[in-house]
């Protein structure tokens, strides 16, 4: 009998807490051994000299096939979504199940498994967005999906049809208490938004940068302030997501030095973009349109100094891919769409690592466990995936990125497998890209090829988040 199927050979393994020069010994699905010299003449042997050997990264914030609106379509299904995840150097995502009004929680969940069955290239969970808190959904809905294993909640401050208001928000947040529900939110204010595009529509502002000018810090910062206080009311912890700035940094930071069990993501846009990128030619301003909008210099400052004071534990992609061709994406309208009817969301599931690794471990922002536990482990932990996911360790799943620290790579939208027609960091050049990619012991991008397959993915029920209250 063999000991080993797969052994990972002479690379540098990285894990959120070690850097070592040992090899990887896989069988089946699982790592077995890590090790000096593992040898075993019958086992499929992977070069890594000269490479570095990290968990498959887990992004815990992405959106793929869904609903988005009459007309509009996202452009990535979960076969094209989880593909480029993977040659991203993913092996984990979490994607939403969005409950539509009127809906139960038990059958949005179900739609998004038929979306996503025999597509997935890679393992995925769901996070539930709830947009119509009755009592049956938070009293009784709620409380048997965590216990079928969706843990993670996400509720909306904004957006018509979907924001719920403070007092809705407290029952959530009540009930997520009592279960041990882990709870997102997504923190811009709906009323000053409102107000805002009104505003600027009122004024003939209906421009993409339109979309940045409705959104200053402060919604998100009262916004912020407003769920944060909201979780300490209720005594209950609360995740943040998709922080764009300084202000509701410092709101999330205060919060945190103040004891209470708030954390907080940001994501690849407020590191590489700003609100001048909506101000392009035309309008392919549009493009950078996303929620909340990219801000300015300060701000992406302030997001690095969030990773590296660790008020931002999580680093997504918030992957949200609209077409900017046709009228099914971005411009629902054509050229004569209003920023505030603009599809919400850039695609970034691919280029996640290599910006968080070029932008930050190549420039010295943060070390190579730092790029580990924000790209993986720290996702798998809050989420309840962990130790199976985000880590490489004896009994963990072998889901592995073998990395080129050196390798140069310009990023242009046709190197990439997402089936949107651009990508906001075109001509950008980045060092350091994955290689080779194993989920679950299958190799499934080697040396840059794909050599898996769609439907390989599995679902993965969920433990509770760490986090999450106990009740
Ligand atoms: N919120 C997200 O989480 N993603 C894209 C758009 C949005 O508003
Ligand atoms: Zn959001
Ligand atoms: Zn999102």
């Known amino acids: 009998m063999t000991q080993f199927d797969t052994i990972i050979r002479g690379g540098t393994v990285v894990t959120a807490s070690d850097t070592i020069l040992c090899d990887v010994g896989i069988k089946g699905e699982k790592i077995i051994a890590l090790g000096e010299n593992l040898t075993d003449d019958n086992a499929n042997i992977i070069n890594a000299e000269g490479l570095l050997v990290m968990p498959g990264g887990v992004d815990s914030h992405v959106h793929i096939d869904q609903a988005s609106g009459p007309g509009v379509v996202m452009a990535d299904d979960f076969d094209t979504g989880t593909l480029s995840a993977m040659c991203g150097g993913n092996t984990t995502v979490i994607p939403f199940a969005l409950q539509e009004k009127g809906q139960t929680l038990r059958h949005a969940v179900e739609d998004y498994h038929k979306k996503a069955e025999g597509k997935s290239w890679i393992d995925h969970s769901f996070h539930i967005i709830i947009s119509d808190p009755t009592p049956s959904a938070l009293g009784q809905e709620l409380p048997a999906l965590v216990e079928d294993g969706y843990t993670s909640f996400k509720v909306y401050m904004t957006y018509e049809g979907l924001h ?41 502002r209906t421009e993409p940068v339109g979309h940045a000018l409705s959104r200053p810090q402060v919604v998100e910062r009262e916004a912020t302030h407003r769920a944060i206080s909201l979780a300490e009311f209720i005594d209950v912890p ?19 030095q103040r004891g209470l069990k708030i954390f ?16 392009k030619d035309g309008m392919d301003g549009a493009k950078y349109i996303c929620s909340p909008p990219p801000r300015d210099p300060d701000s992406q400052e302030a997001c690095w100094e969030g990773l590296q004071q ?41 280029t996640r690592l290599p910006i968080l690794f070029s932008e930050g471990v190549k420039k010295g922002r943060i070390d190579l466990n730092e790029f580990v536990a924000l790209g993986a482990t720290n996702h798998a932990k809050m989420y309840g995936l962990y130790p199976e996911k985000g880590t490489i360790a004896v009994g963990s799943d072998a889901d592995i990125a073998i990395w080129d620290a050196d390798k140069k790579v310009t990023v242009t939208q046709d190197i990439l497998h997402s089936s949107c027609d651009y990508t906001p960091y075109e001509g950008l050049e980045v060092t350091g890209w994955p290689v080779t990619v194993l989920s679950r012991g299958k190799v499934v991008m080697e040396n840059g090829e794909v050599t898996g397959k769609s439907g390989h993915g599995r679902y993965l029920k969920r433990k509770k988040s760490p986090h999450a209250a106990t009740g």
Not at 238 to 256: D, K, N, Y
Not at 310 to 323: A, E, M, Q, R
Request: hydrophobic share 35%; charged share 25%; glycine share 10%.
């Open 164 to 204: 719920l208001n403070d007092r809705e928000i407290i029952d959530l947040l009540e009930s997520s208490k009592r279960h041990g529900a882990f709870i997102m939110v997504h923190a811009e204010g709906y009323d000053t938004l409102r107000y805002m595009i009104e505003k600027l529509e009122g004024e003939g």
């Open 238 to 256: 609360m995740l943040l997501v998709h922080v764009s700035g300084r202000e509701p940094m410092e709101q999330i930071r205060w919060a945190q």
């Open 264 to 279: 907080a993501e940001t994501c690849p846009q407020y590191l590489l973009l700003t609100k001048d990128d909506l101000m």
């Open 310 to 350: 660790g008020v931002f534990k999580i680093f997504s992609s918030d992957h949200c891919p609209f077409l900017m061709e046709g009228t099914s994406g971005k411009l629902r309208e054509g050229n004569k769409t209003k920023f505030s009817r603009v599809a919400n969301g850039v695609p970034g599931i691919e």
